[in-house]
């Protein structure tokens, strides 16, 4: 037998456990959200016409959300993956010394032209070494994982290039 939303049921049923305040208030948010997706209580879109009634509820869009986060991601995935040659690729992060951090906050010019910059650095590298030219996607996050300001720069790299320089 399956459960019809096992998350929801668990959350619920557990809710004594997370819900006060000895327990992170971004973790009760998150679950919360989840309890209240697809219900009535974020409001609902009402569509009718001659032949019946249909009643769409609103979604939380939390990343916690196994209906909300977790499709939404693979579908994303999905389509990010088929736009992609197929060859060999790699990751290269470029961070930031934490002294640097509140100057890219107070300045977000400077934090917006970090990716350019990365992709900048590595298409020179590789033709200076190769006379390539690779495709580099980057990536600015703002943040750590402690929701501390922090500019870093994920790129993905085609590794033809690579292979002498890592």
Not at 32 to 48: H, N, P, Y
Not at 79 to 84: D, V
Request: glycine residues 6%; aromatic residues 10%; contains cysteine.
């Amino acid at each position: 037998m399956r459960y019809r939303d096992p998350l929801k049921q668990i959350l619920e049923q557990t809710r004594w456990y997370w819900d006060h305040d000895d327990v992170l208030p971004h973790v009760r948010t998150a679950f919360r959200k989840v309890l209240q997706c697809r219900t009535s209580a974020l409001g609902a879109e009402v569509f009718d016409s001659e032949n019946g009634e249909l009643i769409v509820y609103h979604t939380c869009k939390a990343r916690a959300c196994p209906s909300c986060g977790h499709w939404a991601t693979m579908k994303w995935q999905r389509e990010r993956l088929a736009a992609f040659p197929h060859v060999i690729y790699k990751g290269i992060t470029f961070t930031m010394p934490k002294a640097l951090w509140r100057l890219f906050r107070d300045n977000m010019p400077l934090a917006d032209a970090l990716p350019a910059l990365a992709a900048g650095e590595i298409a020179a590298l590789i033709l200076a070494k190769y006379r390539l030219r690779p495709g580099v996607m980057t990536i600015l996050h703002t943040f750590n994982g402690h929701l501390e300001f922090n500019s870093h720069v994920h790129t993905i790299v085609t590794a033809g290039g690579l292979k002498g320089l890592l």
